[in-house]
C-alpha cells in the first residue's frame, strides 16, 4: 500500500521534472536549437501537427536555423506558423528550405526570458508539491482507516518529504543552469 503510493508519486514528479526540462527547452537563449520550435504546431491535413515532424532542422550558424520540410506542400504552413509564433523570428523561404535567422538577445529580453524560466520551474515546483499532498492524503486516509500504523506513517511521510525534496532540487539545478545559459553573452 505504502510501497505503491511512494512509487506512484515518484512517478508523477518525475513527469514533472521531465515537463520543466521541456518547457525549459521551448524558451530561447542566445544559440537556437530545433527544440526551440517544439511546441509550434501547423495545421497538416486537417491535424495539428508539431513542427518538429513536418520537417528537419540544422543549425549551421550561432543565430540560424534551417527547416528543410519533409513535404514542400506544408511549407508556407510550417513559415506562416513560425511567424505567427511568439519567437519574435521572421522565416524566409527559397522554395526548398526555410531560413530563420534569430536576432541578437538584448539584455532586456534575457531578462525577461529569465523570468519566464522562473515561472515554468515555480510551476514545476508546484505540480511535485501537489504530487506530494495527494500522496500524503492517501497515507493519512490509510492511517485513519487503520491499514497501517502511526509509525509506519510517519516513516512513509519522511521518505515522501526526501523525495519531494530530491525532485524540486532537481527543478532548482535546471532552472540555474538555464539562467546561466539565458545571461550568458
Known sequence: MIEETLLEAEEKME?????????????????????????????YYGAMTPVNQLASFQVPEPRMVIISPYDKAAMPAIEKAIRESDLGVNPSNDGNIIRVVFPELSEERRKEYV??????AEDGRTSVR???RQAKDAIDKAVKAGEIGEDEGHRAQKELDALTQKYVGEIDELLKHKESELLEV
Open 115 to 120: 523570468k519566464v524560466a522562473r515561472n515554468k
Open 15 to 43: 513527469k514533472a521534472v521531465l515537463v520543466t526540462k521541456e518547457d525549459f527547452a521551448s524558451i530561447r537563449t542566445g544559440r537556437p536549437s530545433p527544440a526551440t520550435f517544439s511546441r509550434i504546431t501547423v495545421e
Open 130 to 132: 501537489n504530487v506530494r
